[in-house]
T-cell receptor, first 117, second 114 residues
């Protein structure tokens, strides 16, 4: 257990429905990242928060995707009007603000696996 | 756009054999991480390498960072069935608003047969 919680672990939805995922990072970590991983591939960066500020969004994050971290603690990732191509594992990672590269480890949650039918 | 090319994509070997996984890029990263991922779980960090030419050992695993900090390798000696899994390399962005963002390779699926 890395200390990063993601909910739900699995989500099956029909095309066109909206879905929301939640990530609870390690409590003292101020940085939170979302990645998407399709089968047989490495994770791809989606977006990044430092505290409550969303500092970067990937071009992978279409207008149907929105992420929030309202109080700088937990984060949500919402996908509106889901498409079959959205089927993937959505991973959240939590990182502190250490002085060295070795201290700045990203701890990953177990992910939410989304299946869009 | 920073890319990491990881090879091979698949590796199927017998217990006791040695193997090497490679991770190459045209970009310089502030550090490079190696992760292992089990099915249905998130990646778990194995090692972080920071200095060009750095070599780190973790039991039967040896990690090396290239002198120019653009490439890395993971060598496993005397592989065991418990080593089976997806191995991922990831480079970390050094600064600006992308600070900390990881760029992952495609992954290497390792299967070690008893």
């Amino acid at each position: 257990d890395t200390g990063v919680s993601q909910d739900p672990r699995h989500k099956i939805t029909k095309r066109g429905q909206n879905v929301t995922f939640r990530c609870d990072p390690i409590s003292e970590h101020n940085r939170l990242y979302w990645y998407r991983q399709t089968l047989g591939q490495g994770p791809e960066f989606l977006t990044y928060f430092q505290n409550e500020a969303q500092l970067e969004k990937s071009r992978l994050l279409s207008d149907r995707f929105s992420a929030e971290r309202p109080k700088g603690s937990f984060s949500t990732l919402e996908i509106q009007r889901t498409e079959q191509g959205d089927s993937a594992m959505y991973l959240c990672a939590s990182q502190g603000q250490g002085a060295t590269e070795v201290q700045n480890i990203q701890y990953f949650g177990a992910g939410t696996r989304l299946s869009v039918l | 756009t920073q890319l990491l090319e990881q090879s091979p994509q698949f590796l199927s070997i017998q217990e006791g054999e040695n193997l090497t996984v490679y991770c190459n890029s045209s970009s310089v990263f502030s550090s490079l991480q190696w992760y292992r991922q089990e099915p249905g779980e998130g990646p778990v960090l194995l090692v972080t390498v920071v200095t060009g030419g750095e070599v780190k050992k973790l039991k039967r695993l040896t990690f090396q960072f290239g002198d120019a900090r653009k490439d890395s390798s993971l060598h496993i000696t005397a592989a065991q069935p418990g080593d089976t899994g997806l191995y991922l390399c990831a480079g970390r962005n050094a600064g600006g608003t992308s600070y900390g963002k990881l760029t992952f390779g495609q992954g290497t699926i390792l299967t070690v047969h008893p």
